[in-house]
């Protein structure tokens, strides 16, 4: 029933202003909206939401089902992304993962482009100043465990400062390093642990090390001209 009423506000108040949509929001769902945050025409079917100072959230995103999205001062989400997870009340799958949390926290300055997909059944933390660029890439929080026939879930890490190139896939557990890039076409399965690498292939595995000084790592504005 709450999350039909926060679909028919949300869909409702579109024409209006956001300043007075975000007052709406704010007022019915309790949401964490600060003054300088804006969002576009997207629906957000989430329990908990946090925007921080100068947060942005584009067009046409559709996010559900996840307990919490928290977006730290100046992260930003863009258009056309879907972002989803299993519930907690979902009772049937997960039951033995008590700590499990369908979450997506953005740090301090990071970013999702636009066109991308997110399973975020277990959570997902993309770092401050991170990048996960391009277009049709893929976090997938949960699969199949072939061994016991049951649904399996682990959290996934994008680390600060580093980059994932288009049409990638980043499997359950999987962690990107800090300062590393993870070359356009590849699938990250593991959690990896060398920073300032370069990874690639599938599966990704290091291919080489990178300037720990080139700017891109060293930046203190999130946007790259």
Sequence with gaps: ???????????????????????????????????????????LLVDKLSLGPSTRIGHFCIIRN???LTLSEGASIGNFNKIAGVPLSETRSFREEWDRRPELVLERHAAITNSHILDCTNKVTIGEFATFAGWRSQILTHSIDLSTSTQRSAPVHIGAYSFVGTGCIVLKGAALPARSLLSAGSVLATAESETCA????????????LNPNSRYFVREQARVL
């Design 1 to 43: 029933m709450m999350t039909f009423i926060r679909l028919a506000t949300q869909v409702a108040i579109w024409p209006l202003p956001w300043w007075f949509r975000r007052l709406v929001l704010k007022f019915l769902f309790r949401y964490d909206l600060s003054d300088t945050c804006k969002v576009g025409w997207s629906i």
């Design 66 to 68: 996840i307990a919490s």
């Design 198 to 209: 370069l990874y690639s292939g599938v599966p990704a595995s290091k291919v080489r090390d």
